[in-house]
């Protein structure tokens, strides 16, 4: 299915277009600037800004309609280069953020425009992703021994101290969790809108978040609350049983309707995978911590202990069922290839993931096949309490693993499927106008617009590793030719804008594919020549 059914599934939005296209010169000042995407994406508060010429901030107003990011001037554009920088938040919760450049008349270099790729995806604050690891791995312990204690542990009163210790245990992770997920909150707030703490004061700033964030966090803390309020300390009716077992599902399962699978398509599959995934993964990962927390206790009373450890490893068979199945879908419609979980951080992660999952699949198989028969031997004899510590290590061994896998995971939901950039092809299909080259460590970034028989627009922006404008030992030589008819123009006399900015007119005679060699001398010896494809249309 992954080699054969599906398409990579890129999970942030991308710029396809805008208009006016970037690097363009305009005769005359547009009443609005459009910008288009290829999925749909919403605005963030003071995520646009425009600079006129002389750097100064103009007042604009921008709208946000489906897959489009519209800007329309208060004021008529003045003359020369205009920068318009932009900030957007992806169907996945990501934001993404870019600038256009164009001038009205001639460029000038009265400023400089930033740096800035067509579309780039702000990295991710380590705060953010230590606070849904933790929010991750809290929410499954906790739902997970309600869910244990609810249908595992027997309901005789006998076992009212194990009982309890679940509950002191689950009423932990659900604090734990629910102030991770809230905290979830303001940390995504500020890393949508790029700025520090300060933002928070801002009543704008709790706006930028969709009300899915807010809705899945009430989801989270108050079904923990619920859960565990219903299972108490003490033997529940079957009633209150089945009621905390419900509050646990709604906020384990609440978390699927954030995060990439709202990019991925089908969505509703999607989610729905997600969603059985993460209730899978609470079952498994509570049920190792109740049978941690209980075993001791029940080694003494009689085939108690073999009774609960046959209960909870028959059903983990059809819970790892459930795993393996949704998982699997999960990064079929999220990568959509094989070659992704190799050559993209997300893919390779996920590869982490299998590995300490097929691990704790190690753990779960020998103690199913091994220690189980074993203590199910000793229920009756004297040293059933020694047999039983062989399956308690192992127990916790197997829950200490499957919580470094739930890490991970928080790290996957912030992490970029494909691994914060397009490939090359995708991009070039995204953005026909615009291709990208490294000359000599100078990564190179030339346009042509609008593309079209007759007068174009050559930009080039020149910058180092680190992003910043520069330059080489000599300015850029671009040459133009065709491959329909052998048109040539030749050198192309380029404008020197600003430091790592240029721009040239030129006249296309025919449609077709043109060739641009941009050379770089970049020392005394190395020139290197790059050449690069711009089809041209009638």
């Known amino acids: 299915m992954l ?20 690097g363009a010169v305009l005769q005359t000042a547009p009443d609005r600037v459009r910008f288009t995407f290829d999925e749909a994406v919403r605005g963030v508060p003071g995520g646009v800004q425009v600079f006129d010429a002389q ?64 579309s780039s995806i702000p990295e991710v604050p380590w705060t953010l992703t230590l606070a849904r690891g933790v929010g991750y791995v809290g929410l499954l312990l906790a739902t997970g021994l309600v869910a244990f204690a609810a249908t595992f542990l027997p309901t005789d009163a006998s076992l009212d101290r194990p009982r309890r210790r679940l509950a002191a245990s689950a009423r932990t992770a659900a604090v734990v969790a629910a102030g991770a997920w809230l905290a979830v909150l303001p940390i995504t707030a500020v890393y949508l809108l790029g700025g520090g703490p300060g933002l928070l004061t801002q009543g704008a700033t709790w706006s930028s978040l969709p009300p899915t964030e807010y809705a899945v966090a009430a989801a989270v803390a108050g079904g923990l609350a619920l859960a565990v309020a219903l299972l108490g300390p003490g033997p529940a009716a079957r ?4 009621a905390a077992v419900v509050a646990a599902a709604v906020a384990v399962t609440a978390p699927a309707l954030v995060g990439h699978t709202r990019a991925a398509s089908p969505q509703l599959l999607a989610i729905g995978a997600d969603a059985l995934h993460l209730l899978a993964g609470s079952v498994w990962l509570g049920g190792l911590a109740g049978l941690a927390l209980t075993l001791p206790a029940l080694s ?63 753990i779960a198989a020998w103690n199913r096949w091994s220690l189980l028969p074993r203590l199910k031997r000793a229920a009756n004899t004297t040293s059933r309490q020694v047999r039983s510590r062989p399956v308690v290590r192992a127990t916790a061994i197997e829950g200490a693993f499957l919580t470094v896998a739930l890490l991970v995971t928080g790290f996957l939901v912030d992490t970029s499927p494909e691994g914060g950039s397009l490939p090359a092809s995708a991009s070039a299909e995204a953005n026909p106008g615009t ?11 030339a346009s042509l617009a609008p593309r079209t028989r007759g007068p174009n627009t050559v930009t080039l922006r020149l910058s180092s590793a680190a992003g910043e404008p520069t330059e080489g030992v000599a300015p850029p030589v671009v040459r133009l030719s065709s491959d329909s008819d052998g048109a040539t123009l030749g050198a192309v006399p380029l404008t020197h804008v600003s430091p790592g900015f240029y721009t040239a007119q030129v006249v296309l005679p025919v449609p077709g594919t043109w060739r641009m060699q941009v050379s770089l001398r970049v020392s005394e010896f190395a020139n290197p020549v790059a050449e690069l494809e711009f089809v041209v249309r009638g």
């Not at 009633?239 to 089945?242: G, K, L, S, T």
């Not at 983990?316 to 990064?331: D, H, K």
């Not at 490294?438 to 990564?443: H, M, Q, S």
Request: glycine share 10%.
């Open 435 to 445: 291709h990208t080259t490294t000359l000599g460590g100078i990564t190179v970034r």
């Open 55 to 118: 750097g100064e901030l103009v007042e604009a107003r921008p709208t946000v309609k489906g897959a489009e990011l519209e800007v329309v001037p208060a004021e008529p554009l003045g003359n020369g280069t205009t920068v318009i920088t932009w900030r957007v938040v992806s169907e996945d919760g990501h934001p993404i953020s870019g600038a256009l450049t164009f001038s009205v008349g001639a460029p000038t270099s009265v400023i400089t425009p930033p740096s800035s790729d067509a």
């Open 3 to 22: 080699l054969g059914l599906s398409q990579p599934a890129y999970a942030h939005a991308h710029l396809a277009g805008t208009d006016p296209a970037e």
């Open 300 to 362: 003494g009373r009689g085939a108690a202990a073999a009774e609960v450890l046959a209960r909870f490893s028959t059903a983990a068979a059809g819970v790892l069922a459930a795993l393996v199945a949704t998982g699997s879908l999960l990064v079929w419609r999220i990568l959509g290839s094989w070659t992704a979980l190799v050559d993209t951080p997300y893919g390779r992660l996920v590869l982490a993931k299998i590995a300490i999952v097929l691990a704790t699949l190690t």
């Open 239 to 242: 009633q209150r049983r089945v």
